[in-house]
């Protein structure tokens, strides 16, 4: 067990009635991909797996308490996988008209796009739900936080529906389900945010209102939406593991792809380029400046109904990692193409320094130089990408977000890598995944789902959390070595270094 200290020396002056149960990234809905991909199959057996597997951890959880409390379950993100599916659009079904885009790509972000998706997941992922409302009748409580796959949770509508389609399988009282946009916190005791704002490629501008300023009733995308949505569903790519890929690995996959399959990999590719540029030049929009008022001013209720303070959650907002799409060479290099154009560049400098110079020793000198240029921009560039990796830039967030908002754990996803780590006295706990990909022939690295969840109580008057594993005995179990505070402080003592972190 791994016990968070907290910032100060006095207990906690809030007494819980409630224990937390904490997972993130279970992507339900990431299977119904069968528009962009008619050969996928409708059932895969990871999909399988993970839903009898979450189902059981619930239903478990719902028959044993800690303590005689009950359970508030904290999903910290990408519970429902909107981004990720590809469902065909019927136009018959809807009021708004469908853009050229959708009727190519299948439903978007729209609102009511989003409630065709949610009734999909929910027909298709049944025992989940189920489990879920048995769970929720058994006196239980329920926080869904946005991620970047369900940031159309943002849509009134679809809460609603998402309460009405889980009341149909159990009775509840439907305020047992709260739904948070940003983060959720319980003062000097723990502070759970998704973590994709930390992510420029997953981050959106305005995490209160996430609507697209290219058009307002459907919302905001960020370059890894774009990508999975133009290139990744479509042909068949592998969703992780790219910050391990190079120009080859790419070239590899075309070159598997067959002639024709290799142009439409080129034409995918070029696409989402122009998708990418066109939100690129929205951000400078008279749409943008409304889209700021708006988050500005819900970031204000929020803060008076929080009571947290509008100051101390602008003072969160800038610790967020802006959004790839802001700038140019940002989007330019998740294709590689700052090499093409710094290429391009380099030959017509060279070929003007052939017809300026007509002494080869001039030209030696000015193509040297050149080079030496070339390669500089090419490395300035490349030191300014942004990793595709997030987990650091997550895990340094740790100290300036416990400073904020006083806390002994600091939890969040988005990675998929379970983790523990401590920072003067704060824990940062990555949360891992439930949902993984079947193997595909250009995969570079896999991630398997590591079913790992977080247990959060207090002991003694002191928070008190454990990172649990579903186990093949089909109950939880430690996740990696037992950690507390005697053990770190043995640890640090013998020479090892000042924080432990156990990562997959």
């Given at each position: 067990?791994?016990?968070g200290e907290l910032s100060h020396s006095s207990p906690p002056s809030a007494v819980h009635s409630h224990n937390l149960l904490i997972f993130s990234d279970v992507h339900l809905g990431s299977d119904l991909i069968q528009f962009a991909q008619p050969d996928a199959?409708?059932?895969?057996?990871?999909?399988?797996?993970?839903?009898?597997?979450?189902?059981?951890?619930?239903?478990?959880?719902?028959?044993?308490?800690?303590?005689?409390?009950?359970?508030?379950?904290?999903?910290?993100?990408?519970?429902?996988?909107?981004?990720?599916?590809?469902?065909?659009?019927?136009?018959?079904?809807?009021?708004?008209?469908?853009?050229?885009?959708?009727?190519?790509?299948?439903?978007?972000?729209?609102?009511?796009?989003?409630?065709?998706?949610?009734?999909?997941?929910?027909?298709?992922?049944?025992?989940?739900?189920?489990?879920?409302?048995?769970?929720?009748?058994?006196?239980?409580?329920?926080?869904?936080?946005?991620?970047?796959?369900?940031?159309?949770?943002?849509?009134?509508?679809?809460?609603?529906?998402?309460?009405?389609?889980?009341?149909?399988?159990?009775?509840?009282?439907?305020?047992?389900?709260?739904?948070?946009?940003?983060?959720?916190?319980?003062?000097?005791?723990?502070?759970?945010?998704?973590?994709?704002?930390?992510?420029?490629?997953?981050?959106?501008?305005?995490?209160?209102?996430?609507?697209?300023?290219?058009?307002?009733?459907?919302?905001?995308?960020?370059?890894?939406?774009?990508?999975?949505?133009?290139?990744?569903?479509?042909?068949?790519?592998?969703?992780?593991?790219?910050?391990?890929?190079?120009?080859?690995?790419?070239?590899?996959?075309?070159?598997?792809?067959?002639?024709?399959?290799?142009?439409?990999?080129?034409?995918?590719?070029?696409?989402?380029?122009?998708?990418?540029?066109?939100?690129?030049?929205?951000?400078?929009?008279?749409?943008?400046?409304?889209?700021?008022?708006?988050?500005?001013?819900?970031?204000?209720?929020?803060?008076?109904?929080?009571?947290?303070?509008?100051?101390?959650?602008?003072?969160?907002?800038?610790?967020?990692?802006?959004?790839?799409?802001?700038?140019?060479?940002?989007?330019?290099?998740?294709?590689?193409?700052?090499?093409?154009?710094?290429?391009a560049l380099g030959a017509l400098l060279l070929l003007t320094f052939f017809v300026v110079f007509d002494q080869w020793h001039y030209q030696l000198i000015a193509g040297g130089g050149l080079c030496v240029v070339l390669v500089a921009l090419a490395a300035a560039w490349n030191s300014s990408r942004v990793a595709i990796d997030p987990s650091d830039q997550l895990r340094r967030q740790t100290r300036a977000i416990g400073s904020l908002f006083p806390a002994a754990?600091?939890?969040?996803?988005?990675?998929?890598?379970?983790?523990?780590?401590?920072?003067?006295?704060?824990?940062?706990?990555?949360?891992?995944?439930?949902?993984?990909?079947?193997?595909?022939?250009?995969?570079?690295?896999?991630?398997?789902?590591?079913?790992?969840?977080?247990?959060?109580?207090?002991?003694?008057?002191?928070?008190?959390?454990?990172?649990?594993?579903?186990?093949?005995?089909?109950?939880?179990?430690?996740?990696?070595?037992?950690?507390?505070?005697?053990?770190?402080?043995?640890?640090?003592?013998?020479?090892?270094?000042?924080?432990?972190?156990?990562?997959?």
């Amino acid at each position: 067990m791994l016990k968070g200290e907290l910032s100060h020396s006095s207990p906690p002056s809030a007494v819980h009635s409630h224990n937390l149960l904490i997972f993130s990234d279970v992507h339900l809905g990431s299977d119904l991909i069968q528009f962009a991909q008619p050969d996928a199959p409708l059932y895969p057996e990871h999909s399988l797996r993970r839903d009898r597997e979450l189902a059981n951890l619930l239903r478990w959880y719902a028959t044993h308490r800690r303590g005689g409390k009950c359970w508030r379950l904290v999903i910290a993100g990408d519970f429902v996988d909107f981004a990720g599916m590809s469902i065909e659009a019927d136009e018959n079904e809807l009021r708004l008209s469908l853009s050229k885009e959708e009727v190519q790509n299948g439903l978007g972000s729209a609102e009511e796009h989003t409630l065709i998706k949610l009734r999909c997941v929910v027909e298709h992922h049944a025992d989940v739900f189920r489990a879920l409302a048995e769970f929720l009748a058994a006196g239980n409580s329920l926080v869904v936080v946005r991620g970047n796959h369900d940031v159309d949770f943002h849509w009134e509508s679809v809460k609603d529906e998402f309460r009405s389609q889980l009341h149909q399988f159990a009775d509840f009282s439907r305020d047992k389900i709260e739904f948070r946009p940003w983060f959720y916190y319980e003062k000097d005791r723990v502070y759970i945010e998704h973590g994709h704002q930390y992510d420029g490629w997953c981050s959106v501008d305005h995490v209160l209102n996430p609507v697209s300023p290219l058009d307002p009733r459907r919302s905001s995308r960020s370059v890894a939406d774009i990508m999975l949505r133009y290139v990744v569903r479509p042909l068949g790519m592998s969703e992780s593991g790219h910050d391990g890929a190079g120009p080859l690995h790419y070239i590899r996959f075309a070159k598997r792809l067959g002639l024709s399959g290799a142009w439409k990999l080129i034409v995918r590719f070029m696409l989402a380029v122009h998708r990418l540029l066109t939100v690129w030049r929205a951000h400078f929009s008279d749409a943008t400046a409304k889209i700021r008022l708006e988050q500005e001013r819900r970031m204000s209720l929020l803060g008076r109904r929080r009571r947290l303070g509008i100051n101390r959650l602008r003072r969160l907002e800038r610790l967020q990692v802006p959004p790839a799409t802001r700038s140019v060479s940002h989007i330019l290099s998740c294709f590689f193409l700052e090499r093409v154009v710094l290429g391009a560049l380099g030959a017509l400098l060279l070929l003007t320094f052939f017809v300026v110079f007509d002494q080869w020793h001039y030209q030696l000198i000015a193509g040297g130089g050149l080079c030496v240029v070339l390669v500089a921009l090419a490395a300035a560039w490349n030191s300014s990408r942004v990793a595709i990796d997030p987990s650091d830039q997550l895990r340094r967030q740790t100290r300036a977000i416990g400073s904020l908002f006083p806390a002994a754990f600091v939890v969040m996803g988005h990675t998929h890598l379970p983790e523990l780590s401590d920072h003067d006295g704060i824990t940062y706990v990555n949360l891992g995944a439930w949902a993984e990909e079947e193997t595909v022939p250009d995969k570079i690295q896999q991630f398997p789902a590591t079913r790992t969840h977080f247990v959060l109580e207090n002991v003694d008057g002191e928070p008190s959390g454990e990172l649990l594993v579903w186990g093949a005995a089909g109950q939880p179990e430690p996740f990696g070595p037992r950690v507390d505070q005697e053990s770190k402080d043995d640890f640090e003592a013998s020479g090892g270094p000042a924080g432990l972190e156990v990562q997959a």
